[in-house]
């Protein structure tokens, strides 16, 4: 067992010493020093192996143990491009992750810093501040700021933002408005998760019998579909199933 251990430190060490050299982030440091074992093969399949072999499988590796080791590490980098260009595609990075971190208020910033100039109606930009205002709890300015997106880019065509137009006239009990919506979204939008909530919605409007023809095809077509689709909508299809039981 001594010299297993003597060797265990050698390799903690040049690990290091790889992570100083070669300039990685420093958080690998501790990694590799507090976690023996676990956190030399977490740096050796996150950061030296996608070296080696530059592969698909060893890239996915190396980002899922990356925002392990470094679950900020994505949100500086968008920070960083956006205070590098400043352009649409980064502000967009930087707004999806604060959103996704619940910081609806900097996402909005981010967003709203972009809408100047030829970029006043950017789409997306406009679409991302819907988004926050929505996770605010803001539905009256987060419909407005879609119905202005629609009105300055007739020619965007977004199933995400429709299925938030949709929920916001749902969030603010204007049904008919909802329903309309719903219905004409669910039978194309590329996910379980409109025509659940169409069928949510027509439950809540008392219209049972509809509702679970609406949620029945769902799941049976889900039973038709790959096994990929069923793992990614499972949440939604959860939600159906149980309000089918």
């Known amino acids: 067992m001594f010299p297993v251990s003597i060797l265990l430190l050698l390799i903690q060490a040049a690990l290091i ?6 300039g990685r982030n420093q958080l690998w440091i501790w990694a590799v ?16 192996l996608p070296e080696l072999f530059a592969g698909r499988t060893a890239h996915r590796a190396k980002a899922g143990l990356g925002r ?11 920070s960083a491009e956006v205070e590098i260009s400043g ?12 959103y996704e971190r619940n910081q609806f208020d900097a996402a909005l ?44 880019n007739p020619d965007f065509k977004s199933a995400d933002a429709k299925l938030l137009y949709a929920r916001t006239l749902d969030a603010q009990d204007a049904l008919d408005e909802a329903e309309r919506e719903y219905a004409a979204l669910a039978p194309v939008y590329p996910g379980a998760e409109a025509r659940l909530r169409y ?30 689709y069923r793992k990614a909508q499972a949440q939604w299809l959860d939600r159906a199933r149980r309000e089918l039981s």
Do not use: C, W
């Open 109 to 152: 910033e981010v967003y709203r810093g972009g809408l100047k100039g030829i970029f006043e109606h950017d789409p997306t930009l406009l679409l991302g501040v819907a988004r926050a205002l929505f996770g605010k709890g803001d539905y009256a300015a987060a419909r407005s700021t879609l119905e202005l997106m629609a009105l300055h």
């Open 87 to 98: 352009n649409v595609d980064a502000r967009r990075r930087l707004g999806e992750e604060l």
């Open 17 to 22: 010493v790889h992570v100083i050299k070669t």
């Open 33 to 48: 020093f507090l976690l023996p074992g676990i956190g030399a093969l977490a740096y050796v399949v996150a950061e030296i």
């Open 199 to 228: 069928g949510l919605l027509l439950k809540r409007r008392g219209k049972l019998k509809e509702a679970q023809q609406v949620l029945k095809e769902l799941l049976d077509g889900a039973r038709l579909g790959p096994a990929h």
């Open 68 to 78: 392990l080791i470094d679950p900020n590490r994505e949100l500086r980098r968008a």
